[in-house]
């Protein structure tokens, strides 16, 4: 994060960069996921569902439209 003030990269606040500093890339250290919101199992399943049916209905709009190029 530069000058390690908390705001981010681009002033949005922490885990907004690509995880090039020294809570990225697997270099885990104190302090680092300040800032960040740990969901309940029942958020993370409502969460997880409705991401899933998004994909599945970007899937079934690739599908159709690959059908209509066939024509």
Same mark, same amino acid.
């Given at each position: 994060?530069? !000058?390690?003030? *908390? /705001? *981010?990269?681009?002033?949005?606040?922490? @885990?907004? @960069?690509?995880?090039? &500093?020294? $809570?990225?890339? &697997?270099? !885990?250290?104190?302090? $680092?996921? #300040? &800032? !960040? !919101?740990? #969901? /309940? +199992?029942?958020?993370?399943?409502?969460?997880?569902? %409705? %991401?899933? %049916?998004?994909?599945?209905? %970007?899937?079934?709009?690739? +599908?159709?439209?690959?059908?209509?190029?066939?024509?």
């Amino acid at each position: 994060m530069p !000058r390690f003030d *908390g /705001t *981010g990269p681009q002033g949005f606040g922490a @885990g907004s @960069g690509r995880g090039m &500093g020294p $809570c990225g890339a &697997g270099m !885990r250290g104190a302090g $680092c996921g #300040y &800032g !960040r !919101r740990f #969901y /309940t +199992k029942k958020e993370e399943s409502e969460m997880l569902a %409705e %991401e899933a %049916e998004a994909l599945e209905n %970007e899937l079934k709009a690739l +599908k159709e439209r690959l059908s209509e190029l066939k024509d």
